[in-house]
């Protein structure tokens, strides 16, 4: 997995708790994302970064906030989970041979209850 | 805006049979596309990818995908099919920038 380590692996919330997901990356990576799988959508981009403090919306940005203070990690803040946002949360890196997202991480599965 | 689609949920082959995962496209300029393979638990493996150049692609595993401008398809194929194949396949698009639109997946199944 290059090196990518998401933490927690899973985790149950309750509605309008505030949530974080790690991402860690050991490979000095400029360019991280994150996404959220869902039965029959895909994968749907929410945020992404290409440097440190850089940061840009994906298509289903709402109720999500990142930070990225150092190159190696990237944090994805639910700031009042809701129910839809339960889902499967992957982090991914870019990698410049491949030019694309190459690298994912095992995924955070989040539960709001 | 960029689009991809996957018009199978499922695809169903025996093993030793060529396989043919479907994938169709929408940009406005030159597509950037990818497939990627999902295993049970795991995060996305990147497959194969095209840019520009030949319209077969070879990537990991055997798998090839063949790109087709007129049809704005591209379809993952692999000549023999494994059991071991038997995974959850995205195709993605990518038209410049940063961003990559992935389709919403073909659960593919090998039959022994």
């Known amino acids: 997995d290059a090196g990518i380590t998401q933490s927690p692996r899973h985790k149950v919330t309750e509605t309008g708790t505030p949530v974080t997901l790690r991402c860690h990356q050991t490979?000095?990576?400029?360019?991280m994302y994150w996404y959220r799988q869902d039965p029959g959508h895909g994968l749907r981009l929410i945020h992404y970064?290409?440097?440190?403090?850089?940061?840009d919306k994906g298509e289903v940005s709402d109720g999500y906030s990142v930070s990225r203070s150092k190159t190696e990690d990237f944090l994805l803040t639910l700031e009042s989970a809701t129910s839809s946002q339960t889902s499967v949360y992957f982090c991914?890196?870019?990698?410049?041979?491949?030019?694309?997202?190459?690298?994912f991480g095992q995924g955070t599965r989040l539960t709001v209850v | 805006a960029q689009s991809v689609a996957q018009p199978e949920d499922q695809v169903n082959v025996a093993e030793g049979n060529p396989l043919t995962v479907k994938c169709t496209y929408s940009?406005?300029?030159?597509?950037?596309l990818f497939w990627y393979v999902q295993y049970p638990n795991r995060g996305l493996q990147f497959l194969l990818k095209?840019?520009?150049?030949?319209?077969l692609v070879k990537g990991s595993y055997g798998f090839e995908a063949e790109f087709n401008k007129s049809q704005t398809s591209f379809h993952l194929k692999k000549p023999s099919a494994l059991v071991s194949d038997s995974a959850l396949y995205f195709c993605?698009?990518?038209?410049?920038?940063?961003?990559?639109?992935f389709g919403a997946g073909t659960r593919l199944f090998v039959k022994a």
């Open positions: 991914a890196i870019r990698n410049r041979e491949i030019d694309t997202e190459a690298f």
């Open positions: 490979e000095n990576h400029r360019y």
């Open positions: 970064s290409y440097g440190v403090k850089d940061t």
């Open positions: 940009v406005s300029g030159n597509p950037y």
């Open positions: 095209y840019i520009t150049g030949d319209n």
């Open positions: 993605a698009v990518r038209e410049g920038g940063f961003k990559t639109i």
